[in-house]
């Protein structure tokens, strides 16, 4: 029914959406594990910024019908940053115990 198709269409939005967010993630945590400042790279601020204005534009204008995307509320846009947050904590942390480990070896 119409019911399950909207929510189904919710859910592929918010992987879609998290599929996004965890790759800026990847990016930082890279630059994070190889003790780049995060703010030497303007472009790549570009990049992920323009990504993100991207993905509101797909998401907030017509082009979400022709996409199949749906617009996410505040509530499912706060999942999204939370289970985003938790992640980076997650890759910062494996990346400073991995360079701990390797660097307590040399």
Do not use: H
Not at 13 to 33: A, G, K, P
Not at 53 to 79: K, V
Request: hydrophobic share 50%; net charge neutral.
């Amino acid at each position: 029914s119409g019911g399950t198709e909207g929510n189904l269409m919710q859910a592929q939005t918010m992987t879609f959406c998290f599929v996004v967010i965890s790759e800026s993630i990847l990016l930082l945590s890279i630059r994070y594990y190889f003790k780049i400042s995060f703010f030497t790279n303007s472009w790549l601020w570009g990049a992920i910024l323009g990504g993100f204005g991207l993905q509101g534009l797909l998401l907030y204008t017509p082009l979400s019908e022709i996409f199949g995307c749906t617009a996410l509320d505040f509530t499912q846009i706060g999942i999204l940053l939370a289970a985003g947050t938790i992640l980076y904590l997650l890759s910062v942390t494996t990346a400073f115990l991995i360079r701990k480990k390797y660097q307590s070896v040399e």
